[in-house]
């Protein structure tokens, strides 16, 4: 058998087994919406803490890819967890394991694309991938994002962000026709780890000097300043707390997720997550409100009873 045919074989197994194990897991719901979910690369787990004030509520699922980037999908109930063996996704209501996407290899992050797909950043091969959110079937690469793409997020004009982890940049992608918008540098040797959006600035996250760096949203993408917390040592994921407008950013030394004034950058707690983890912890996200907003009719005289 040829070294091609051995390593496919390899794969497969690999493949095979980490599915089974994850199937074979009961689904039991822990969380809830808005509430927020923590990934752990070294304890392979996705613990959810209350998103209002941290505490500890359990674990959505074990997984068996040492997990990093996580989004949830806005609409359909669903979550995407990257990491260091593939691509899952899993209900987002009771961890229940729902399929893969692509190969077991480096893939960061995944997140739910404007027409209904999955985007993927496969860190190795240096490309964003699209795959079939019904199948999990390969569609196309949308793009190829040379320096390991990381964790990524749409911003407020519907682009796609993307950081470089090894490329020390951000790339700016048009999810529609996978075109190249911009692409800027971090100061020093950044690694660009994950991004979010907050006042008109882009926050981009730095495991190489471990800072966050602040952009302005305009073309040529100016350095604002940057902010850091306490004990930082493997600055990972960010985002913004739909709770408080705070910036909460995870810290994988200190093993913390941290929380920052959204105005002033001043670290407001260095210890969110009660009782702390214990191991490294590497991206957060809140689970959305997935409910349609619901319409009650009304009269006059219900209305002025309100007010009575």
Not at 137 to 156: E, H, L, R, S, W
Not at 255 to 276: G, I, R
Not at 278 to 288: C, I, P, T
Request: with cysteine; hydrophobic share 40%.
């Amino acid at each position: 058998m040829g070294r091609r045919n051995v390593r496919s074989l390899l794969v497969l197994i690999a493949t095979s087994l980490a599915l089974n194990s994850i199937e074979a897991r009961p689904a039991v719901a822990v969380g809830g919406l808005l509430d927020m979910y923590v990934t752990g690369d070294v304890s392979n787990t996705v613990r959810v803490y209350t998103g209002a004030t941290g505490s500890y509520l359990g674990i959505l699922t074990p997984t068996t890819h040492s997990p990093l980037g996580i989004h949830f999908g806005p609409l359909n109930g669903r979550v995407l967890v990257g990491g260091f063996n593939g691509m899952f996704e899993f209900d987002a209501a009771t961890g229940a394991f729902i399929k893969s996407y692509g190969p077991v290899a480096w893939q960061w992050a995944g997140v739910y694309a404007p027409n209904g797909n999955v985007f993927v950043t496969s860190t190795l091969s240096d490309q964003l991938i699209e795959y079939d959110s019904v199948t999990g079937g390969f569609v196309q690469v949308k793009t190829n994002i040379p320096g390991g793409p990381a964790d990524m997020a749409f911003g407020p004009n519907g682009n796609l962000y993307v950081c470089q982890y090894g490329g020390n940049g951000v790339v700016e992608v048009d999810p529609t026709s996978g075109a190249i918008v911009s692409s800027w540098s971090l100061p020093g040797i950044g690694r660009g780890n994950d991004v979010a959006f907050l006042n008109g600035e882009i926050l981009v996250t730095a495991l190489g000097t471990n800072q966050v760096f602040r952009f302005d949203s305009t073309p040529a993408h100016n350095f604002l300043g940057s902010f850091s917390g306490t004990g930082w040592g493997n600055t990972h994921g960010i985002a913004i707390s739909p709770h408080d407008g705070h910036i909460y950013v995870v810290d994988g030394v200190s093993a913390q997720v941290h929380k920052f004034d959204p105005l002033t950058f001043v670290e407001v707690n260095a210890a969110v997550l009660t009782p702390a983890p214990g191991d490294k912890v590497v991206d957060l996200d809140f689970r959305r409100d997935e409910r349609p907003t619901v319409s009650v009719s009304s009269s006059w005289g219900r209305i002025k009873a309100l007010y009575r």
